[in-house]
């Protein structure tokens, strides 16, 4: 590249995106570690487009009616903190800069949300921000529709690599949003023909722009450092009704020795060469020194969305009350107050009626309570509504043809559904839900991770929580997940028993700020074993005594979800030869762990043997059947050791052995 | 549709075909459950593939020059068992096609590789299918460069549906062949336009033949109920030296009152609508009867495989002695007998040499010992060859201009190059590893979880195992994947501790015949723990007593991988205070479980304190925690609970307490 030839054509550009380029180089120098050339390549394309376009308020951050912007590219992490510190923002200090990658530091190896403001999104693990950004763009499309273009009236710019673009959740993405027109999404592909092992063309020769038209996109093709055309192309995309790909041929570490290899993706530290390559830059200030006038003239971009940001807060407060009430408790993910009373009145009847009926069939008629009140949810399946049980009659469905439908077909993929879901959530205004069977939580655990790790209350309900899923077999029958759903930190895995425990897990998912909820669903019908309304929450309490023991307490049979019915017919069985046997419903054993001590020895105290029944893997329940001070526990676990099989259910429950009669056994040997 | 011109246009065609869908429909019916429409839409397609092209032989169905086929629609599986039974595969008997989708048969509602010969590989889960044949072409390409045409020689064609082209990976899978211009591979998309949730298009807009166009591959477009076009298009596909994809515009449930709608997706079990579509079909036989003629008709088309065979072996005779040995050993998956003398010599040497060296280095060294010697390995990496040390120099790179290439650059795509290795595996004649970062097993987990549940033993790479990993930061910091791939059944997760341990792990990998390996390796340097030589693989028991106690046992430490060295030192603590203990490595809980009891016992003997050290969640560690027979138990865990960090590796240790003084201090408030 003719370094000097771009100086000189577009001088005052040209300082503003060294400033990104000189911060990058900088910062991974001290830090000794990152990836310093994906920030030098598209330097060019975020100065123009945060020159020109981006609306934002450096000193409001979180202001609804901003435009988003995500770096899916993750590693190029220096890029965005070099953005934020040169527009601003509050809290991105130089300090933050030269402590890049270091403990305590907000600017993390990759760019983690919550640790600064102006990170919309965790990204690193490649392909999941442009798959969020589908989900920002459709919760701007809804919100749209509800509150009108006055109030929500914004675009998601997006950065993506030839990583982002070869994992599969790319593919899933480009198809939802081509399908669904999301003509206010734009994503520049940062073109630069580099991976780390390599040109790019060592594994993969597709023809991006043939690619992302075929899903339905438009696509325009520049040169990603004329900053003339990278104008013009962004006003192109604008005004697509289409989602729009600018792919912007690019230099990977630009200006440096290392440009247009794959060395230059990584951190590029040596001293005489970035020392040479701030030479050609015509940059002349020391390690972390922006000269005041480019730092002026970046700072003075957050001004024209401050404006905007002062217009729009103007037009939002002549909104109904009722409406600014609406917006401002959906985007504090605050549930309405009238929740907890419905549920409660739902619990009671239905403690009233007792209907046998499975948990995903509950699910479908708690959201039927539940979604007429919340308009900030946004259901969806992954191809099995009808099996998901996911659809609710008033959600009317997302489409080009009706923007404000809250339910999602989004198809067979359930990666992207988890992606798009946790765009929802950061976008704000939206608590999505969505469905599949839970052995696919296999294919969405990229996302599922992220939304622990982002702490967003994305809602997964999983249909079909074991071998009760029955004919299909062992490909589709969840074993192990639980256990490693668990196992994530930061996740509250929910297997109710009941219509009334679905309600109450409903209700845990529903209020959650901080936290993502699986709900573990049965397939087959299940007896109602809360037959004795509550008002309160049991479930909050991730464990609870369902039957305490008739005359002296010998057993304790702990089980979750459809098994809690097993543990209390084997109750029936053991209590008739005059055992005194306890079951204690554990819905969720992340909560049960968070309850004071006090509590859990209530519910589990030492002494009596311990049965725990589930229908997966004993993984996750030896710290049940343990006992928390490590004394004697006489210990047993009715469950799975291995994979399922394709049979009816009622088969493999008698095969694999985790009936009533194998519980009351099993419980009747530690007594021996 | 016009049922009526088809039968008459194609007579003997027809009723070939209509064997299929009167097979599917009886035995959904009898099953009532399963998938009616695939298999009758796409029996003409089936038909016309197996009359005049597929090569094999249903006599013997594992020949290894055979053609291979691949229901990537798995939940079409009533079409492969029918294929398999009208064609004679030994074991496919009509009564298995009664017993569809019950107890204890061999057709399982979907395809379970091992249930039944000529099953090539397990699908149901979208994509798989689809993603496995990549691997099944590249096996073969490689295996045509080192035996010759004259051995290896044959195709690869897959049935995939729109579920498949909808989940992200088949995207990696069509970029994969694209780039290496898999010529004998050749998809048929059964394009119906159905999925369960609706037509196609409320989910998807995809111009599916451009997308493929855009990855390289030659496309034709037919109808797939015509059987002259669909032998044409096959011909064409075979002529063209790309990945060939047949877009079959088709009609689901064809002739059936649910043709074209969603219901006929699922299971069509009307007597009275079954009744019709029968007659449509002009078939008058009763549920299961196949007349003479037509099953005569399906079992010539073996005939010509069944030649085809015994002309290659004349062929394979003619190769030399040492040249059959060594395809028949690698088709046995036998290692070499010279493997384990090679790995013996390796470690003591290293035991002797007792360098200090990261996991994933002592990896990249022991493949250097390893590739020569084993000619069936196949490398490679999700674009992180240079970190995952997956690469060695006499592999050469595959490509289409090195087909005898042994290692792949996957690009960043790490769930196809997972399906593609177990595709690799079950082509036969092939033993794959591949490499990500740990954290990304995330990704990878759909094919993953196949490999265990098909038996095949798929070698994972996966390096960066922990907050080791250090600036990169908790999104590639694995943290619960230690549990939760140990969670899985039939999946083996070694974590060596040093380059001793990790040439016992690769031993153990690469003489797996059933069972996936998983081999977690640390990013930082390990000192070598095992400086005496031992000629047994002591990793091969799972755990094993590394140093013993001096004087009274009063506390046994137990660790894997990273952590083990932190035990030792933690143990000199403990000694220099008269505390006599124990340090037992732990580099595969699961196959240490299968050890005989006396064994553990031996290891792990009740009455001193226990401490687990890992830099992962404590969920399986209880198990040992807790001792065997629930005998008191003073134990204490020292590991993760949380997210990581973005920082440097040692800072992280000390931060989230993970350090030799930890360890002696947890031990130490145990025995207070």
Same mark, same amino acid.
């Given at each position: ?20 380029? +000189? ?132 675009? +998601? ?201 499975? +948990? ?298 985790? +009936? ?13």
């Amino acid at each position: 590249m003719d370094i000097a030839a771009l100086r000189t054509a577009h001088p005052d550009h040209w300082m503003k995106a060294a400033a990104i380029r +000189t911060l990058t180089l900088d910062a991974v120098a001290a830090a000794n570690s990152g990836h310093s050339g994906m920030p030098m390549g598209m330097a060019d394309v975020a100065t123009v487009l945060y020159e020109k376009h981006l609306r934002f308020d450096p000193k409001d951050a979180n202001w609804p009616d901003r435009d988003r912007f995500i770096l899916s590219a993750g590693h190029g992490s220096m890029l965005l903190y070099s953005l934020l510190y040169l527009t601003g923002y509050e809290g991105m200090d130089l300090q933050q800069l030269k402590d890049f990658r270091q403990w305590g530091a907000k600017t993390a190896g990759h760019p983690e949300y919550g640790h600064a403001a102006g990170i919309e999104t965790t990204t690193g693990p490649l392909g999941q921000g442009i798959a969020n950004s589908v989900g920002f763009a459709i919760a701007e499309e809804i919100q749209r529709a509800r509150y009108g273009k006055n109030i929500v009236n914004h675009r +998601t710019y997006v950065i993506a690599g030839d990583g982002c673009l070869m994992e599969g959740v790319s593919q899933e993405a480009i198809g939802l949003a081509g399908k669904h027109e999301l003509g206010n999404l734009i994503v520049f592909w940062d073109n630069n023909n580099i991976t780390i092992d390599g040109t790019v063309d060592i594994a993969d020769k597709t023809d991006q722009v043939m690619r992302f038209e075929a899903s339905g996109w438009h696509v325009i093709s520049i040169d990603g450092h004329d900053p003339e055309a990278i104008d013009k192309a962004i006003i192109a995309a604008q005004k697509d009704p289409r989602p729009s790909m600018v792919a912007c041929k690019t230099h990977i570490a630009l200006g440096h020795a290392a440009q247009d290899t794959s060395k230059g993706h990584g951190a590029l530290t040596d001293p005489d060469q970035l020392k040479a390559a701030k030479e050609a830059y015509g940059w002349t200030g020391g390690p972390f020194e922006i000269p005041a006038d480019v730092k002026a003239g970046w700072e003075a971009m957050g001004e024209r969305g401050a404006a905007a940001r002062a217009e729009w807060q103007d037009r939002f407060l002549k909104l109904s009350g009722t409406k600014q009430a609406e917006f401002n408790r959906a985007y504090a993910l605050e549930a309405p107050k009238k929740l907890a009373s419905a549920i409660r009145a739902f619990k009671k009847q239905m403690a009233e009626e007792a209907p046998k009926l499975a +948990t995903r069939a509950a699910s479908e008629k708690v959201l039927g309570v539940v979604n007429p009140i919340m308009k900030e949810t946004i259901g969806g399946s992954a191809d099995l509504t009808g099996s998901n049980n996911t659809k609710t009659a008033d959600l009317g469905v997302f489409e080009p043809e009706n923007r404000g439908g809250r339910y999602i077909y989004y198809g067979i993929r359930e990666h992207g559904m988890a992606a798009a879901m946790n765009g929802m959530v950061l976008h704000g205004g939206a608590r999505p839900y969505g469905g599949t069977f839970m052995c696919f939580t296999d294919y969405a655990r990229g996302s599922m991770r992220l939304s622990a790790l982002m702490q967003v209350p994305t809602t997964y309900v999983m249909t079909h929580d074991s071998i009760g899923l029955g004919e299909d077999g062992p490909t589709h029958q969840p074993v192990e997940h639980l256990a490693l759903l668990r196992a994530t930190p930061n996740t509250h895995v929910f297997r109710p028993a009941d219509i009334v425990e679905t309600a109450e897990a409903w209700e845990c998912a529903l209020t959650a700020k901080t936290t993502p909820h699986v709900l573990a669903l049965s397939r087959q019908g299940l007896p109602c074993v809360r037959k004795e309304h509550k008002a309160k929450n049991l479930s909050a309490q991730g464990g609870y005594v369902l039957a305490d023991a008739e005359g002296k307490r010998q057993v304790i049979l702990m089980a979750s979800g459809s098994e809690v019915s097993v543990a209390m017919e084997a109750r029936d069985i053991l209590q008739a030869e005059g055992i005194g046997t306890r079951v204690v419903s554990m819905p969720c054993m992340e909560v049960f762990a968070e309850q004071d001590e006090s509590y859990r020895k209530r519910v589990l105290p030492g002494g009596p043997a311990r049965v725990a029944i589930e229908a997966g893997v004993r993984q996750g329940w030896d710290q049940w059947l343990l006992g928390e001070r490590g004394r004697e526990q006489k210990a047993a676990f009715v469950g799975m050791d291995s994979f399922g099989a394709s049979a009816p259910a009622g088969t493999l429950f008698e095969k694999f052995g985790i +009936t009533a009669k194998d519980t009351s056994e099993a419980a009747k040997a530690l007594l021996k």
